[in-house]
């Protein structure tokens, strides 16, 4: 399975999104944030694959026991070999944008 997070859906500030995002990894199964952006199906049932977008780059690792316990514990950020930026802004527009197309999509 592989779980596409951009961090451009939330105007949470980075120490929000550490605490959020650890939690997540905890449980990383049957939880929903704004941030996730899509879920595929890769046919790998017994790895979980992410892809973590913020600041105009793209973070991708699988998630192995280890990793997991890092991520649990500091979030997404512990991966990073970048400072990401500490406010976001814009999340709200673009909420509303996408609001816009599913109520205009066809047979609605």
């Given at each position: 399975?592989?779980?596409?997070?951009?961090?451009?859906?939330?105007?949470?500030?980075?120490?929000?999104?550490?605490?959020?995002?650890?939690?997540?990894?905890?449980?990383?199964?049957?939880?929903?944030?704004?941030?996730?952006?899509?879920?595929?199906?890769?046919?790998?049932?017994?790895?979980?694959?992410?892809?973590?977008?913020?600041?105009?780059r793209?973070?991708?690792?699988?998630?192995?026991?280890?990793?997991?316990?890092?991520?649990?514990?500091?979030?997404?950020?512990?991966?990073?070999?970048?400072?990401?930026?500490?406010?976001?802004?814009?999340?709200?527009?673009?909420?509303?944008e996408?609001?816009?197309?599913?109520?205009?999509?066809?047979?609605?």
């Open positions: 399975m592989k779980i596409i997070m951009d961090r451009g859906y939330c105007d949470a500030a980075l120490t929000f999104c550490a605490r959020c995002s650890a939690a997540f990894f905890q449980k990383p199964l049957g939880t929903d944030r704004p941030c996730i952006v899509d879920i595929i199906d890769d046919g790998k049932e017994d790895m979980l694959h992410f892809e973590v977008r913020t600041d105009g793209v973070l991708e690792f699988d998630l192995t026991e280890d990793l997991q316990e890092g991520l649990a514990m500091e979030g997404w950020e512990f991966l990073a070999n970048f400072d990401p930026a500490l406010f976001r802004h814009g999340a709200a527009d673009r909420w509303r996408l609001a816009k197309l599913e109520h205009n999509a066809p047979g609605k």
